[in-house]
T-cell receptor, first 110, second 111 residues
């Protein structure tokens, strides 16, 4: 089976940096995704990691360690519009669907 | 390129009724997946279709079914609705084993 854990809620200050962690246990691994979801809206794709290391995309970066079953999403220079839920999702090997964590609700405060 | 579209966006039904939701994927995408999202359970996988064939199925009762047409459009059906079926139903399209892109969802309320 597959299990994905991420913190339920986080709060951070505008302009700061925040790291959202995700740990996973899967029977196989074929990639980890991060999505952003604003309240009442659909998830939007942020990043994809399949190899160990850091992927940077503007203010957002995502890191993966396959041996530790661990990923994090790093958000820099936080803005109020970054207040949203952040979903970690893992794809197993073979013909398996994405499995999502329950999401981390990030609140950015002034 | 137009994104994933879903219709209807909002729906109110009563217990025992049935409902059909529609999803049109991004042009060129052949894989369509459906998810149910509720505050308590998060995003839960319903099923995935590729080339009109169901590739994967989640752990939902047989009241939940789906299909995909030759133009990759997909529908899902829920029969004998229960209060607990109230949720946001999301459709995502992509190529198999690549990034999935979500539609805006259909918010279903069962009374």
């Amino acid at each position: 089976g597959q299990n994905i854990d991420q913190p339920t809620e986080m709060t951070a200050t505008e302009g700061a940096i925040v790291q959202i962690n995700c740990t996973y246990q899967t029977s196989g691994f074929n990639g980890l995704f991060w999505y952003q979801q604003h309240a009442g809206e659909a998830p939007t794709f942020l990043s994809y990691n399949v190899l160990d290391g850091l992927e940077e995309k503007g203010r957002f970066s995502s890191f993966l360690s396959r041996s530790k079953g661990y990923s994090y999403l790093l958000l820099k220079e936080l803005q109020m519009k970054d207040s949203a839920s952040y979903l970690c999702a893992v794809r197993g090997t073979g013909n398996t669907p994405l499995v999502f964590g329950k999401g981390t609700r990030l609140s950015v405060i002034a | 390129k137009a994104g994933v579209t879903q219709t209807p966006r909002y729906l109110i039904k009563t217990r025992g009724q049935q409902v059909t939701l529609s999803c049109s994927p991004i042009s060129g995408h052949r894989s369509v997946s459906w998810y149910q999202q509720t505050p308590g359970q998060g995003l839960q996988f319903l099923f995935e279709y590729f080339s009109e064939t169901q590739r994967n199925k989640g752990n939902f009762p047989g009241r939940f079914s789906g299909r995909q047409f030759s133009n990759s459009r997909s529908e899902m059906n829920v029969s004998t609705l229960e209060l607990g079926d109230s949720a946001l139903y999301l459709c995502a399209s992509g190529q198999p084993e690549e990034t999935q892109y979500f539609g805006p969802g259909t918010r279903l309320l069962v009374l």
